[in-house]
């Protein structure tokens, strides 16, 4: 949502276009080229029609300790709910290809990745329900920290080592709290969106009327100072457990028809002070 007219923002918008440019043109090679930025090599595979898809998508979802088991229930059934409605199915099917590659990703403290639905095409109510059911009938699971940083890497690598090809690539991101682990979480977001991603926040503040520390922090204005970044990236608070599905929701639908939001739901960095993002790194 900001715009730094500075040399190294030049620099890096200039590898963005080239990049988004290639992709258009080549698919295989812009997968050559994000490997040699971040040293992940990518899966190079002959054409096939069926690996094109509108958009490809992670679904980073925080499950650290702070997520009580109620949160977590609360979580899931938001995006089981979300994934299968009429309003992400037509979003889906009125797209280009009509079809997008979804993955759900559960995340907490470096390297505490847990791939519970792995990538799959969504195109029609079979295929997002099948989806659904891993998410659904996955254990619950809880680990000690929360490193953003990390689950940003590893949600790019998972685009760039899987078989699809998109004109977009989108991390969902949800959490309640700051990166706390993993070293600089702007330092990450910044070096992976050389990569042409663009990633969307959910924060999750259910807690911040009875938790002084969560309200304190401004969790939202923390997403959108230190987190989100990319070509029409936005965020969305979330604020009572009542709210939680809709606001997946309208969130799924905007990343997968491309929406961009009108207003920003939360105040813009210019008019506010800007948070402190290394305080808790």
Not at 74 to 95: C, H, K, M
Not at 254 to 261: D, P
């Amino acid at each position: 949502m900001r715009l730094d007219f500075c040399g190294s923002s030049v620099r890096v918008a200039g590898a963005t276009l080239l990049a988004g440019l290639v992709s258009l043109l080549f698919p295989s090679s812009a997968r050559a080229l994000d490997a040699l930025r971040t040293g992940v090599s990518p899966i190079i595979a002959a054409y096939d029609a069926s690996r094109e898809v509108d958009v490809e998508l992670v679904l980073a979802v925080d499950i650290s300790q702070s997520m009580d088991t109620d949160e977590q229930e609360v979580q899931r059934a938001g995006y089981v709910s979300a994934i299968t409605s009429p309003d992400v199915l037509e979003a889906v099917r009125f797209g280009p290809i009509g079809r997008i590659a979804v993955t759900y990703l559960e995340w907490g403290g470096v390297d505490e990745h847990f791939i519970v639905a792995n990538w799959t095409v969504i195109q029609d109510e079979a295929s997002a329900a099948s989806f659904a059911a891993q998410i659904a009938e996955s254990p619950l699971r809880q680990v000690q920290r929360t490193s953003i940083a990390s689950a940003l890497t590893k949600a790019v690598e998972m685009m760039q080592t899987n078989s699809y090809n998109s004109m977009r690539q989108v991390i969902d991101i949800s959490g309640d709290g700051p990166n706390n682990q993993g070293g600089s979480v702007t330092k990450a977001r910044d070096k992976l969106l050389t990569t042409g991603v663009t990633i969307n926040g959910l924060p999750l503040m259910m807690k911040s009327s009875s938790n002084a520390w969560q309200a304190m922090l401004n969790l939202d204005q923390y997403y959108e100072d230190c987190v989100i970044g990319g070509p029409g990236s936005f965020t969305i608070p979330v604020r009572s457990k009542e709210g939680f599905a809709d606001a997946i929701k309208m969130k799924l639908v905007m990343e997968i028809a491309g929406l961009q939001m009108q207003r920003p739901l939360v105040q813009q960095a210019a008019d506010r002070k800007p948070v402190q993002c290394s305080i808790f790194d």
